[in-house]
């Protein structure tokens, strides 16, 4: 099992930043890619940017430019830091993890945390 405890997350106002952390502990070994979603009020959720353990990063395109991710691979955690952010950014934010078990791969969610950019 991999425990994910997020934070970072908060109210700021619009064209400010924030910088989300996940910290991954557990069993930590073969842990790939990981990962941001967001999920609006009455939206799906969805990716905002992922970073593999060889540091290959996607964003989503509308984040892409304003958003930075980064993981630290001894710490086992993973960074978003999110700049001239907009009211449309306001969402949970989730941290994902993909863990190679055998030939399989397990996916792993974080609680989230509440992001918020008042206008």
């Known amino acids: 099992q991999v425990q994910l405890v997020e934070s970072g997350g908060g109210l700021v106002q619009a064209g400010g930043s924030l910088t989300l952390s996940c910290a991954a502990s557990g069993s930590i070994s073969n842990i790939n890619l990981m990962a941001w979603y967001r999920q609006a009020p009455g939206k799906q959720r969805e990716l905002v940017a992922s970073?593999?353990?060889?540091?290959?990063?996607n964003y989503a395109d509308s984040v892409k430019g304003r958003s930075t991710i980064s993981r630290d691979n001894a710490k086992n955690t993973v960074y978003l830091q999110m700049n001239s952010l907009k009211p449309e950014d306001t969402a949970v934010y989730y941290c994902?993890?993909?863990?190679?078990?055998?030939?399989?791969?397990?996916?792993?969610w974080g609680q989230g945390t509440q992001v918020t950019v008042s206008s």
């Open positions: 970073i593999t353990r060889e540091s290959n990063t």
């Open positions: 994902l993890v993909h863990k190679l078990v055998g030939v399989s791969m397990n996916i792993y």
